[in-house]
């Protein structure tokens, strides 16, 4: 019913810069917050950002500073501008977002299939 498809992964240097996206389509009523996550080898999934519909943002302490996220409600896409990036960064990065399908309906979470980012020292 729903896709959120990421964009925007890849290697860069330490101290580098890279944007990723990700889209959402399909039946589509509203989408409340959005959000990044992501997961290194071996590591739990950990949260990274989210932004609510309004535009409120929360940030994991380690990003803070570094990273921003935003969203175009128009284009239902979310990104994440990562700025300084460190090797601990490593890692695929989720987007996820809390989707209504109707208007009568709850927000139900969706997931990206994931866009690697390996930052090299």
């Known amino acids: 019913q729903v896709q959120l498809v990421e964009s925007g992964g890849g290697l860069v240097q330490a101290g580098g810069s890279l944007r990723v996206s990700c889209a959402a389509s399909?039946?589509?009523?509203?989408?409340?917050?959005m959000g990044w996550y992501r997961q290194a080898p071996g590591k739990q999934r950990e949260l990274v950002a989210t932004?609510?519909?309004?535009?409120?943002?929360n940030y994991a302490d380690s990003v803070k500073g570094r990273f921003t996220i935003s969203r175009d409600n128009a284009k239902n896409t979310v990104y994440l501008q990562m700025n300084s990036l460190k090797p601990e960064d490593t890692a695929v990065y989720y987007c996820?977002?809390?989707?209504?399908?109707?208007?009568?309906?709850?927000?139900?979470?969706?997931w990206g299939q994931g866009t690697p980012v390996t930052v090299s020292s």
């Open positions: 996820n977002a809390n989707v209504r399908t109707r208007a009568t309906s709850l927000g139900y979470d969706y």
């Open positions: 399909g039946r589509i009523y509203s989408i409340n917050a």
């Open positions: 932004i609510t519909s309004g535009g409120s943002t």
